[in-house]
């Protein structure tokens, strides 16, 4: 029974490490798409630090042990698109709290959709960070997040710059994590909610792969 139960918990151990990293992965890819300058080279080359990572991938594993979730269960179809929406609502909060620092005129997430089956096709990322640029977000963040960090006089052409932007930018991630997982009213960055979501489209499209099969079968 011991064995059987340590079994449980390393597959629950190493779900949330492996969702660590997917997160982590997608948001590297978010915040390395905000421009700091005019050139396709003016942004920051941005890896989340081993801190922020430890903190996501623990709250995940605490909350697949409370829920008794069975991980063996998700493929990866589903375990993808739950890390994406984590990402993106991370991300979300990472740039509202810099455009908007109060409760007004701040928007809620708006959770990113994806068909079962597309999920590695990059479509949904791609549509969600453009919504960003062509809306002048990032522009606006870039703005407020030098003068609140009070680094208006750093330019990212150099490479103290680069450095010095990068560091304020892994602490203010940092605060965002912290503060969403210290927030009680935010089951671990709405994790069922997006496995439930991407479970029920993929019965629906096995049920359709089924019906298609039985269609044709002699």
Known sequence: ??????????????????????????????????????????????????????????????????????????????????????????????????????????????????EYKDIFINKALDGYINNFKENGYFVKFVTEFKKKRKIEEYNIEYQLGKDVITRHLEDHLCTVVNEIINNDNIETFNYSQYMNTMINKQNIYEAKLDQSFNNISP
């Open 1 to 114: 029974m011991g064995g059987i139960c340590c079994a449980i918990c390393f597959n629950k151990s190493f779900h949330g490490l492996e969702m660590g990293d997917n997160i982590s992965s997608n948001l590297n890819t978010m915040i390395r798409k905000i421009s700091w300058g005019t050139s396709i080279f003016n942004n920051v080359s941005f890896k989340i630090n081993d801190n922020v990572k430890k903190i996501i991938e623990n709250s995940i594993i605490k909350h697949i042990k409370k829920n008794n979730i069975s991980v063996l269960k998700l493929n990866g179809f589903v375990t993808e698109y739950i890390a994406l929406n984590i990402a993106g609502y991370i991300f979300h909060k990472f740039i509202w709290d810099i455009i908007h620092p109060t409760l007004q005129n701040y928007p809620t997430y708006e959770v990113i959709t994806q």
